[in-house]
């Protein structure tokens, strides 16, 4: 990274996040602040094979800010797994004078990323953009936020359903490999249970703290699952078991799937995406490569990419204590 870095590309990869565009826009304007030509990438790794490029300016990136989703798409790309993907990837950033990448993504965007920057020395940083805040090295990922508060809003909405006719509602979140939705989800909602893969509580815990609800006079209950929590094999085969063995409950089952990824990014989500989207590119210039940026104690952090993909963040075990406490 000896020569001036005259223009940064950045692109969006991996399921999209509430927050993605107003890190694009910050990206823009501060790649426009500091006299640096900014160009967008669209679907993401297979629009770098594909040279799918476009110069932005600030007025580009104009009213984008509140909006979910991502301005440039996203795109999994199975061709950029190979060299030869990656060699047409580096020839169109060359060809275009691109001397360096922000990438916005999760463990997948980082792990293609890294493997690139191997190859070919190419400098990039990389944001972490994922609603699971499963990244290693930053206490949020960018559409954590969003996604916590719209589940908390449709449980609060359910939750008047399942008090109104004495139900038992399992409602499943996203969360394949990580809890932290389910868990903080479930806490400011209220919930009576919380499934996470993180901690098999297994069907006899379940069951006791079910028992214990309707001990304590309570007619409706909330379990919320993350979907990759190990009791059932899916949430529907775990909500049939409840109903085999304990008739007295009225089970009904919720996915939330996709709408969790949706809508206008919570100001804490923009501001978020504001400040990784100027710091990735001040690290650029300053010839930092390599590196997610992130957020620690309320400031801006830097960790190594490999670390930020290897390594996994611990669910918080006071939380988990909270919610036991709390669903009594």
């Keep these: 990274m000896n020569e001036p870095i005259e223009k940064i590309a950045v692109l969006t990869s991996g399921g999209d996040a509430p927050g993605m565009n107003a890190a694009i826009r910050a990206v823009v304007r501060a790649c426009t602040y500091y006299s ?23 007025r580009h990136v104009s009213n984008i800010i509140n909006k ?7 795109a999994r790309s199975l061709e950029f797994k190979t060299e030869e993907g990656r060699a047409k990837a580096y020839k169109n950033l060359k060809e275009h004078g691109i001397g360096a990448l922000v990438l ?9 990323g890294l493997k690139f920057m191997e190859e070919y020395n190419f400098p990039l940083v990389g944001i972490p ?22 589940v908390v809003e449709v449980i609060d909405k359910i939750r008047d359903t399942a008090s109104s006719h004495n139900r038992l509602f399992f409602i499943e979140v996203m969360g394949r490999d990580a809890g932290f939705i389910a868990l903080n989800s479930g806490i400011g909602a209220g919930a009576e249970e919380i499934l996470i893969p993180e901690k098999n509580l297994g069907l006899d815990r379940l069951v006791d703290s079910l028992n214990k609800s309707r001990a304590n006079g309570k007619t409706s209950s909330i379990v919320v699952v993350s979907e990759g929590d190990k009791i059932g094999k899916t949430v529907f085969e775990l909500a049939d078991y409840i109903t085999e063995n304990f ?57 190594e990419l490999d670390k930020a993909i290897k390594m996994n963040n611990d669910i918080n075990e006071e939380l988990l204590k909270v919610a036991e406490i709390t669903s009594i």
Excluded: W
């Design 36 to 58: 640096v030509e900014c160009v967008g990438v669209y679907r993401g790794y297979q629009g770098l094979i594909e040279g799918d490029f476009e110069t932005l300016n600030a």
């Design 68 to 74: 979910g989703g991502t301005i440039l798409k996203s």
């Design 104 to 112: 916005i993504g999760g463990d997948g965007t980082f792990t293609g």
């Design 129 to 150: 953009g994922t609603i699971d805040n499963d990244i290693y090295g930053t206490d949020n990922t960018i559409g954590y936020d969003t996604a916590l508060n719209t």
């Design 247 to 303: 008739p007295i409950y009225d089970i009904r089952v919720s996915v939330l799937g996709h709408m969790q990824r949706g809508g206008s990014p919570s100001c804490f989500d923009r501001v978020l995406a504001s400040r990784l989207g100027v710091a990735a590119v001040e690290a650029l210039l300053d010839r930092t490569t390599g590196v997610m940026i992130g957020i620690t104690n309320n400031q801006i952090s830097k960790v």
